[in-house]
C-alpha cells in the first residue's frame, strides 16, 4: 500500500522528495515508513513529537522556506545536507486520528498554490482512508488466524482427552498423544520416561513419515542422550521445569553434538523450534514430552509452550470424563469465535475498496490543465466528497468491530 500511495504522488504532486510519516502515539514518536528521493541517514531518523504536535498537524502544513519555520529549528542541520528548502505537509487520518503524514520536500523555494494543497488533502484523505482499510482487514485476518489456531488447538485436545479417557495405563496412551501431535503441533514428538538413576528411556515417537520413526529410533540407540546433560530430555525430569528453544541455532546442533557424523544428521534433519515440558504426577516428574518442529518451519512461543504443558498435565493426570467435556466446551467456543470473526471479515472485505486509483483520471486532467477553474472545483470537491465518504465508512467499520471479545 505504502509504495503505492508513493507512487501516486509522484504522478499527481511534482517534488523532489516524498515520505509516509507514521505517529506512534504510545511513545510520542514519529518515523518514516517510506520515502522516495531522501537519503537513507534521513530516512532513519525519528522526531519527538512536539507538545502541541496534534494542534500543528490538524490542517495542511504549508512552508515555503524551512529557515524561517521557528518550530523547525531542530530539523535544519538534517534539512541542509538533503537541500530541502520547502515543506508541504498534510496529515492522513488513520482509524478517525491523526496517524500519520504524507510529505512533500522540494530543494528549492517553493511557492504552493491553492490547487496543489487541495489535490494533495484529497490524496492523503484517500491515502489514510485506504491505509485505514488495509489495517482493518489484516486485523481481521490477524483475528481469522488466531481463531482457527485456536479452532485447530480446541479439536486436538478434544481428541486427545479422548483417548486419555479410554484406557488408564498411561504408556499406552502417552504413546497415543504423541501420535496426536503430528503434524498439527509438531513435526515430531517424544515421550520419554525417567528412572530413578537417572536413566532415560524412550516411550514413543511419532512423525508423519513411518520411515522416519524407524530411523529416529536407530538413531536413539546410536547416540543415547545423556543422563547428565544440563538441557533438554534429561535435564526436565529433574527440574520439573519447562524448556523453549524458539530458534535453534546452529551453534546449539554442534554444543550437542557427539561426534561429526552425529552432527551432520542433525543439520540433515534441520530443526527449526523446540519445546521440551514434564510428565508430572502427584507432584513426581516421571518424565517429559518434547515437541519439535522443522520440514514445518514453524517457530514455538510462549502460547504454545503454555499449551504443551496444560497437554502434559492432562495426560498425567487421566482424569477421564472432566477433561473430555472440558475439551469439547472449549471447541465450541473456539468454532463460535471462528464463524462471528467469518462473519464480520466477509462484511468487510465487501465493503471496502481501495480508493486511490478512482482519482487518477481526474488527476491527469487536473495536471494537464484540460479543465477550466469551475470545472477544476467542481472535480476537487468531488474527490474531497469521496474522501470523507470512505473516511466515514472506514471509522464505522472499525468501530463496529469494538464491542465484539473475539479473545477466545
Not at 530516512?43 to 524561517?68: F, K, S, Y
Amino acid at each position: 500500500m505504502q509504495p503505492a500511495i508513493l507512487d501516486l504522488s509522484r504522478r499527481l504532486i511534482s517534488a523532489d522528495a516524498y515520505a509516509i510519516w507514521r505517529f506512534d502515539r504510545a511513545a510520542r514518536v514519529w518515523h518514516i515508513v517510506a520515502q522516495d528521493g531522501m537519503s537513507e541517514g534521513y530516512h532513519e531518523q525519528d522526531i519527538r513529537a512536539a507538545e502541541n504536535a496534534d494542534d500543528l498537524l490538524d490542517q495542511p502544513l504549508v512552508v515555503e522556506d524551512v529557515t524561517r519555520a521557528p518550530f523547525l529549528s531542530e530539523r535544519q542541520a538534517l534539512y541542509g545536507p538533503e537541500g530541502i528548502k520547502s515543506l508541504l505537509v498534510i496529515p492522513l487520518r488513520i482509524h478517525g486520528l491523526v496517524s500519520g503524514t504524507l510529505t512533500f520536500y522540494y530543494r528549492q523555494i517553493h511557492q504552493f498554490n491553492e490547487t496543489e494543497v487541495r489535490v494533495a488533502t484529497a490524496l492523503a484523505n484517500l491515502a489514510g482512508s485506504a491505509i485505514s482499510s488495509t489495517e482493518l482487514y489484516q486485523g481481521q485476518s490477524r483475528l481469522r488466524a488466531e481463531a482457527e489456531d485456536a479452532e485447530r488447538r480446541a479439536n486436538y485436545l478434544a481428541e486427545a482427552s479422548r483417548v486419555l479417557a479410554s484406557t488408564l495405563d498411561y504408556q499406552q496412551t502417552l504413546a497415543q498423544v504423541a501420535q496426536l501431535a503430528v503434524p498439527g503441533l509438531a513435526d515430531w514428538c517424544a515421550v520419554d520416561m525417567a528412572a530413578d538413576g537417572g536413566a532415560i528411556t524412550r516411550l514413543a515417537v511419532a512423525h508423519a513419515d513411518p520411515a522416519k520413526v524407524v530411523w529416529a529410533g536407530e538413531l536413539q540407540e546410536r547416540y543415547p542422550p545423556d543422563a547428565n546433560a544440563p538441557h533438554g530430555v534429561p535435564n526436565v525430569p529433574r527440574t520439573g521445569e519447562s524448556e523453549l528453544y524458539a530458534d535453534i541455532p546452529d551453534e546449539m546442533l554442534v554444543a550437542g553434538a557427539v561426534d561429526d557424523e552425529h552432527l551432520r544428521i542433525m543439520r540433515a534433519i534441520g530443526f527449526t523450534s523446540a519445546m521440551v515440558v514434564p510428565l508430572t504426577v502427584h507432584g513426581r516428574t516421571l518424565g517429559a514430552i518434547t515437541f519439535v518442529t522443522a520440514e514445518s518451519a514453524r517457530r514455538y512461543g510462549p502460547a504454545d509452550l503454555a499449551f504443551a504443558e496444560g497437554l502434559a498435565r492432562r495426560a498425567a493426570a487421566i482424569d477421564n470424563a472432566r477433561l473430555y467435556g472440558e475439551a469439547q466446551a472449549a471447541r465450541r467456543a473456539a468454532e463460535e469465535a471462528s464463524r462471528l470473526k467469518d462473519e464480520f471479515l466477509a462484511t468487510v472485505s465487501h465493503e471496502l475498496r481501495t480508493p486511490l486509483t478512482a482519482v487518477l483520471g481526474w488527476a491527469h486532467m487536473l495536471r494537464a490543465g484540460q479543465l477550466d477553474g469551475q470545472s477544476a472545483n467542481n472535480v476537487l470537491e468531488t474527490i474531497e466528497c469521496n474522501a470523507r465518504s470512505q473516511a466515514q465508512l472506514i471509522k464505522e467499520d472499525y468501530q463496529s468491530l469494538l464491542p465484539v471479545n473475539f479473545d477466545t
